[in-house]
């Protein structure tokens, strides 16, 4: 008996301890996050704490093991940005809980100090924007971030390849600090398709996700109807008024909930991503995630993502007309040929970004020497 007691107590003892950090109000980082949360509070090998913001945008599991802080939701300065005494008690539970690693998924002025104070913790950071976006409102602010994370973490990681030798040369980092691992989601069961001949651009409206671009293909496609979601910078304010104009676009630029967000990949045929440029796109996995084939400019990490002709269609990036064309193609798909490419679109999506089929690599990420 006292033998068999020692054995478990050994095994606890080896047990390593992670903490996941998130404190943006962004649902997307959430959900990754999330997600891997869920799966890794399965294992044996990994006692798996969360760190996030107080009111999470998405649904999440709470234990004893999730910490929720009134904290700053986004990564620039704010009145909360200097809530010392909140700060100084994470960093302290932080110390006292000895993690062996330490997982940021966004960046945030609040992830310096934690990495810096972390003890003997090896610190992960996400870098989402390698380059950051001509055109966004905060590319100097993540900018300004990603330099600062890279001085002070012990791993960058990416969420594609194509960007990592920039990462080393844009920033100086050296080639064995730079890890990718791709974006993952809780993937729910195959959602069956609906054959509304709808089109889904869903997702802030914004100069680098070429809402430009989104107002050429609506007005060359007037026979397909397209549902547009997502706020708008207020650059694009003139480009909106003009797609609110067109007959066959459903406009809405409310914040949208989880169940809304599902509803409108469900209710559509493609999601469409005509961006001008891109690191990644989230709303790709998304779209696998309730089995929608996707049509995409071959831009930046996208190809990537896309299985070409299986998944969705890759089309030359900057060129609408045959983005258009692309996209009267696949309206034209009978049903059998269009439900064969969506059950595809769903187990890529599952194969390659699911949360419990991502948690192998990971695990095996933190472990690395």
């Not at 493609?270 to 831009?299: E, L």
Request: charged fraction near 25%; hydrophobic fraction near 40%.
């Amino acid at each position: 008996m006292s033998l068999g007691c020692f054995g478990l107590w050994e095994m606890e003892l080896e047990m390593k301890k992670v903490l996941l950090v998130t404190f943006s109000d962004n649902a997307d980082h959430q959900d990754t996050l999330f997600g891997m949360y869920e799966e890794m509070r399965k294992r044996s090998d990994w006692d798996t704490y969360l760190l996030c913001i107080k009111t999470p945008k998405v649904e999440l599991q709470q234990s004893d093991h999730t910490w929720l802080v009134d904290c700053p939701e986004r990564p620039g300065v704010t009145k909360k940005t200097f809530n010392l005494p909140l700060l100084l008690s994470i960093i302290h539970r932080v110390r006292k809980e000895h993690f062996d690693a330490i997982y940021f998924e966004s960046l945030h002025t609040w992830n310096l100090p934690i990495m810096m104070m972390a003890g003997k913790a090896k610190t992960y950071q996400v870098i989402h924007e390698v380059i950051p976006h001509e055109g966004d409102s905060q590319v100097k602010m993540v900018d300004l971030m990603n330099k600062a994370v890279v001085k002070f973490a012990d791993t960058i990681v990416l969420r594609n390849e194509t960007y990592i030798q920039d990462m080393i040369d844009r920033y100086g980092i050296s080639a064995g600090r730079v890890k990718y691992l791709e974006l993952w989601r809780r993937y729910p069961a195959y959602t069956s398709p609906v054959h509304s001949g709808r089109a889904l651009f869903f997702g802030r409206i914004n100069p680098y996700k070429g809402a430009d671009n989104l107002l050429e293909i609506v007005r060359l496609c007037p026979d397909i109807q397209f549902d547009v979601i997502g706020r708008v910078d207020p650059q694009m304010q003139k480009v909106v008024e003009q797609l609110s104009k067109e007959k066959n676009v459903k406009l809405n630029n409310n914040y949208v909930t989880d169940e809304e967000m599902r509803e409108a990949f469900i209710n559509c045929d493609w999601a469409i991503v005509p961006y001008n440029s891109a690191s990644q796109s989230g709303i790709i996995i998304d779209a696998y995630k309730y089995s929608r084939p996707v049509i995409a400019f071959a831009v930046g990490a996208i190809p990537e993502q896309v299985d070409a002709d299986k998944s969705g269609y890759l089309v030359t990036a900057g060129d609408n007309e045959k983005f258009a064309d692309k996209l009267k193609e696949a309206a034209k798909l009978s049903l059998d040929e269009y439900d064969v490419m969506s059950r595809y679109a769903y187990q890529y999506g599952c194969k390659k970004y699911a949360a419990s089929g991502a948690v192998e690599r990971f695990v095996k990420l933190l472990e690395e020497k």
